[in-house]
């Protein structure tokens, strides 16, 4: 079955640390999104790429980094400038970016502080 | 500026009682709309989507939606709830001129047995 898949699910960061969160999919989209979700926030869009080797900062993508060498991968690397990094982060996907394009969404990865 | 408002926070209904969750937006023109459910620890599940034509939309798991000018709404329902439907629902709205999805921050449904 094609769809989008976030690892790890649950991940702890240490004060000063960078770590990576994965998002993979396998549904021949070329849009990909990662939003942060925090409660009572609904969903912020950190970072977007609409193409390989193209990506465009979000509303909150400060202390955040991303890259997309591949059409199916969109790492997300929140970094040690990020001070409040606690939070449910969301992987998306779409056919392409454009309104009518609804996004496919991955099963999240809820990020703590040690 | 475009926005995407879901008013009520929290919603408590009985099993078998009829819903409504309400969205309104703010945009000089028709924007396209979307509802998405998330249960908990989970992603977003899409509902129904409206871009334009027939302002009742049908969606899965029994849920509709009416969209209406007038009142900047589009407003799911679904004639009776049951307890699976208990998530969380984010309204939605993508905006002629923008790439950008914009949330609504969430109406959370409880169903009571």
């Known amino acids: 079955d094609g769809g989008i898949t976030q690892s790890p699910k649950y991940l702890f960061r240490k004060e000063g640390q960078n770590v990576t969160l994965s998002c993979e999919q396998n549904?021949?989209?070329?849009?990909m999104y990662w939003y942060r979700q925090d409660p009572g926030q609904g969903l912020r869009l950190i970072y977007y790429?609409?193409?390989?080797?193209?990506?465009q900062k979000g509303d909150i993508a400060e202390g955040y980094s991303v890259s997309r060498e591949k059409k199916e991968s969109f790492p997300l690397t929140v970094t040690s400038a990020q001070k409040n990094p606690t939070a449910f982060y969301l992987c998306?996907?779409?056919?392409?970016?454009?309104?009518?394009?609804?996004?496919?969404f991955g099963d999240g990865t809820r990020l703590s502080i040690l | 500026a475009q926005s995407v408002t879901q008013p009520d926070i929290h919603i408590t209904v009985s099993e078998g009682a009829s819903l409504e969750l309400r969205c309104n937006y703010s945009?000089?023109?028709?924007?396209?709309l979307f509802w998405y459910v998330q249960s908990p620890g989970q992603g977003l599940q899409l509902l129904l989507k409206?871009?334009?034509?027939?302002?009742l939309v049908q969606g899965i798991k029994g849920f509709e939606a009416e969209f209406k000018r007038s009142q900047s709404s589009f407003n799911l329902r679904k004639p009776s709830v049951h307890w699976s439907d208990a998530a969380e629902y984010f309204c939605a709205g993508t905006f002629s001129g923008t790439y950008k999805y914009i949330f609504g921050t969430g109406t959370r449904l409880k169903v009571l047995a």
């Open positions: 998306a996907s779409s056919i392409a970016t454009g309104v009518d394009q609804p996004q496919h």
């Open positions: 945009y000089g023109a028709t924007p396209y």
């Open positions: 409206y871009f334009s034509g027939d302002t």
């Open positions: 790429s609409q193409i390989v080797n193209d990506f």
């Open positions: 549904l021949n989209h070329d849009a």
